[in-house]
């Protein structure tokens, strides 16, 4: 089946430091993935939709200074969280969608829990 | 824009019940999907299964089915024969079938807990 793959699984790091988190669609080609994020006890919030080859587009009151996204291949796509603060921490999660993949689903990362100190 | 509503925030069931979760969304969208996820402790988001908005049948798979009334904009997800490995958060979503809208927007989940 598709396989998403997201790095690191986990980061724990100082204020001021820049993150960045790596989704990989591992057995197909994505032209498009999801950069979601959920604070605990919270649902998922769609943050930005990153398109190959383009830019991303942001969902409002998402800063897209400090979430820098990139989609250089069809098969990856990075979210960069610039200066991190403690309002940061979260649980990060990409999903990709398969090229003319119709109507199915789309597969997700295991995400990646950020806690900045 | 999209809005998907789950009312409740916890649920119980015994080890071998069913169990129903509730869903309702709205949408402007004519066309449009219908998903439910699951989410353990770990984080990670498991597809469970899918209902599109032309489609005539429920869908089922395996012990899931998905109650979908279009009339009433609700998707409901129903799982049989719950098992304590069904403990979990169950997030209901739904994306337009627009290529250029595809994300998908979820509902608060709702935290079902098998009992034995």
């Known amino acids: 089946g598709a396989v998403v793959s997201q790095h690191p699984s986990r980061v724990i790091c100082k204020s001021g430091t820049s993150v960045k988190i790596e989704c990989r669609s591992l057995?197909?080609?994505?032209?498009?993935m999801f950069w979601y994020r959920q604070f605990p006890k919270q649902s998922l919030m769609l943050m930005a939709t990153?398109?190959?080859?383009?830019?991303?587009?942001?969902e409002q009151g998402v800063e897209k200074d400090k979430f820098l996204i990139n989609h250089a291949s069809l098969t990856l796509s990075t979210l960069t969280v610039t200066s991190a603060h403690p309002e940061d921490s979260s649980f990060y999660i990409c999903?990709?969608?398969?090229?003319?993949?119709?109507?199915?689903?789309?597969?997700f990362g295991d995400g990646t829990r950020l806690s900045i100190l | 824009a999209q809005k998907i509503t789950q009312t409740q925030p916890g649920m119980f069931v015994q080890e071998k019940e069913a169990v129903t979760l509730d869903c309702t969304y709205d949408?402007?969208?004519?066309?449009?999907?219908l998903f439910w996820y699951k989410q353990p402790s770990s984080g990670e988001m498991i597809f469970l299964i899918y209902?599109?908005?032309?489609?005539?049948q429920n869908a089922t798979e395996g012990r899931y089915s998905l109650n979908f009334q279009k009339a009433r904009k609700s998707a409901n997800l129903v799982i049989s024969a719950s098992q304590l490995g069904d403990s979990a958060m169950y997030f209901c979503?739904?994306?337009?079938?627009?290529?250029?809208?595809?994300?998908?927007?979820f509902g608060s989940g709702t935290r079902l807990q098998v009992q034995p």
């Open positions: 999903s990709a969608e398969k090229q003319d993949s119709g109507n199915q689903p789309q597969h």
């Open positions: 057995d197909f080609q994505a032209t498009t």
């Open positions: 990153s398109n190959e080859g383009s830019k991303a587009t942001y």
């Open positions: 949408t402007s969208d004519p066309s449009y999907g």
């Open positions: 209902q599109g908005s032309y489609d005539q």
């Open positions: 979503a739904m994306s337009s079938l627009d290529t250029g809208r595809r994300a998908l927007t």
